[in-house]
């Protein structure tokens, strides 16, 4: 509130001609505005930032690449470009390696079963 205590005193704020109160009042608003929209455009342009990146992340984790030279986690040799089974955790077998489609050879992690859901015994 600088901008009133450099108002002279003998100054008078509201006459018949004039109402310097609800002049620096609306400026105040207004310059309030500007400065709450300037955040809010800021903060979307973080969550569109945030959001993009989050797309980015989520098509660069549907794809799995399995390069020339990655072993098969059970036979220690080359994937190479013989048949092969992926499995939803990421990881990419020989299909003699992991006979049951349904099961990681490895962790012995089930893909069949909704680890959500309860089983009445």
């Given at each position: 509130?600088?901008?009133?205590?450099?108002?002279?005193?003998?100054?008078?704020?509201?006459?018949?001609?004039?109402?310097?109160?609800?002049?620096?009042?609306s400026v105040f608003d207004h310059q309030?505005?500007?400065?709450?929209?300037?955040?809010?455009?800021?903060?979307?342009?973080?969550?569109?930032?945030?959001?993009?990146?989050?797309?980015?992340n989520d098509l660069e984790s549907a794809?799995?690449?399995?390069?020339?030279?990655?072993?098969?986690?059970?036979?220690?040799?080359?994937?190479?470009?013989?048949?092969?089974?992926?499995?939803?955790?990421?990881?990419?077998?020989?299909?003699?390696?992991?006979?049951?489609?349904?099961?990681?050879?490895?962790?012995?992690?089930?893909?069949?079963?909704?680890?959500?859901?309860?089983?009445?015994?």
């Amino acid at each position: 509130m600088k901008v009133l205590e450099l108002i002279p005193g003998d100054w008078e704020l509201k006459t018949k001609d004039y109402d310097l109160i609800s002049f620096l009042s609306s400026v105040f608003d207004h310059q309030m505005t500007r400065e709450e929209n300037s955040k809010i455009a800021k903060n979307l342009s973080q969550m569109e930032h945030l959001n993009a990146d989050k797309e980015k992340n989520d098509l660069e984790s549907a794809y799995l690449v399995i390069r020339e030279d990655a072993d098969c986690l059970v036979c220690k040799t080359k994937l190479g470009h013989k048949k092969i089974r992926i499995f939803p955790h990421g990881k990419a077998f020989h299909m003699r390696c992991a006979k049951n489609p349904h099961e990681c050879p490895i962790t012995k992690q089930r893909f069949d079963i909704d680890p959500n859901s309860t089983q009445q015994e």
